[in-house]
């Protein structure tokens, strides 16, 4: 299946010249068409694998609000959705970047803590006292606003996540441009901005918020917590968003630890029979838009972060494009940095540009 | 959104590890991150790792859907390795 995202670049004398992000993903919301809305629901959870437990809490928000019901969806399944994240920021900060880095990956100390998180419903003070630790080992207090070279110290004597993150502020690259974060508005808004409040085919190939793309996932939601917005005021925009993905960890931790938290998504309805539901994931905004004739979906539209932060003329085409580095090698390395920290949803891949392109390059 | 195609263990092979069967295509795989799989077992596999336990019904119509809409389940399997 041509479902890889292919990020093909053009170098020279150290500097990216030329850009092109090709994103084969297949549109798989069609498969929904034509079901019974509760069989639609189970369908989006099981399509999906690292985003099962948000595909189907979109998918329940959507259907509800397209048939004027109250949200249905427990408060569970809420958690499931914020312990599906925090498994993923764990995969990234425990094996994929110690990877890129050169470094020994965490395996054990990973299944341990993804085990603890999927045990969350019934023991919330394992996992909590699991995430707290690791979120320790990071060395920094999310409410300390810190210089670069601060925050890098705090990182060392923190522990082996400390040190993941002080190798990621030196290696990964500093932004020259910069693209809109995208706000969080809600599923009232969204459904207020979409066209008869659903996303049309074009808006699910290549979304954009005013008019532009923008920037979606952890760096858009806690780019105003002082120790990412230090790093943000730096250009350090790619290790921010992996720190962003921290101070996420430790936000989790604390939404687990009370009984008491409110949902993780919303959905709005813009007339009879349409339903928008927006949850946020690990990777970003996840929008399902539905609608719904005598309990049978007729239209399923699904907007996925990577197509927000893959955008053709999105975040990582503008931050990889005049991207400069010690040598061509170097920069190449810095543009898989930048992809792993916007994190595509599907299997991708760095090369260089062949033919034409590479000679215009 | 990576497909998640259910993957049936077909062998235990030690240290948390197993062979699956992916629409025809074997391959290892850790089981590390879930509890009590056993042979039969439906799994979501990424990069490497099972990921969740299926029930062998769900597992069952999630792979006729795929059939139904013509998806390669072997090929997309291939795919879901990202790098």
Redesign the interface.
Known sequence: ?A??LQLRVGVEHGCVRRVRVENG??L?AH?LNGRRVDEAV??AS???????QA?GLAARLAVDAAQGLAPSAPRSRHRATLVELAQEHLWRLMIDWPQRLGMTDR??AF?DL??RL?GAAEAPETAVAGLRALVAESGFAVDAAMDTAALRDACRRGGPLGEVLARLIDAAPVAVECTALLPQVGAGAWSARLTDGMPDAAFCRQPVFDDAPAETGALARQAKVPVVASLLAAGRRCAARVVARVVELARVASVLADPAAGPVADAASASAGVGLACVETARGLLMHGVRVEAGVVTDYR?V?P?EWNFHPAGVFFRETLGLKATGDDAARSQVQCLALALD??????VADLEGEEAIRA | MCLAIPARIVELTGEDNARVDLGGVRKEISLALVEGAAVGDYVIVHVGYALSLLDAEEAERTLALFAEAGIDVAAAAEEGAAP
């Open positions: 299946m479902g890889r993903r297949p798989a498969l189970t369908l099981n399509l999906f694998s690292l985003c099962g595909q395996r054990e299944a993804h085990r999927a699904i996925a990577t595509p949803c599907v299997a991708w891949d």
